[in-house]
């Protein structure tokens, strides 16, 4: 699935909003593990969710770059399925800072004509949070920017169990014949359907694992660890990361190198 540009600025002769990145040779869809917000606040004497509060104004602008740069999709994991074991506080914070945040940003995400969704268990969160997201998602449906994913309880394997259920269902019912369950049948389960995969993961803070994210969808994304922390992460980290794309040879599986 390829889509053009969130505007209708050809990138290729556009201004170089990112120096040394080619603008010819951007992923499409770029996915982001926010990682070290924790951290972030810690190494300020700060309390924890202060990191998260900073993490929301990293979002925004690298949210912001992507569209500008006419990246199709950005897909961000802001909360996993794991993350209901933090305290009861911290999970508080976050549920109010998801509200809070989506009820100050939609307008300028409307303007922007961002199309967001949310990838997860929906039903598993606050009330007046699912009637945000509801109220979001609908009225950016039709926009034509960039496709803005936002993980909120999601995780990779409960995606793939969620996909095998509803299969199975379909195949119990008699409407599908097993035999012709292929990677296409999967992939249209699962909270992304419709996406196509990313191209390009970036994990902050220095980890070196994917923690249950996009575990299908990630299958040949080419991976950039940066030590910044999310709340750090800004259009110079970004370049870093696209450069570092830039430089790969994609061969999925085969000989020849693909240069993004
Ligand atoms: C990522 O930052 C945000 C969420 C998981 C919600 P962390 O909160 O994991 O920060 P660190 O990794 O503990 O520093
Ligand atoms: C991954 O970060 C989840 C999100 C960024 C929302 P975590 O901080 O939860 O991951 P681990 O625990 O370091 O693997
Ligand atoms: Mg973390």
Redesign the pocket.
Known sequence: MSRPPATSTDTSTSPVILPGVDATRLPQHVAV???GNGRWAESRGLPRVMGHRAGVEALKSTLRLCSDLGISALTA????T??WSRPGEEVNFLMTLFERVLQSELHALEEERVRIRFLGDLDGLPDKLQQLIADASERTVANDGIHFNV?TNYGGRLELVRAAQRLAQRAASGDLDPETIDENSIAAELFTAGEQDPDLLIRTSG?H?I?N?LLWQLAYAEIHVTDVYWPDFNSEALREALLDYQSRNRRFGGLDPITP
């Open positions: 593990i926010m990682d994991y802001a909360f996993s794991e993350n993980c980890e694992r923690s994210f």
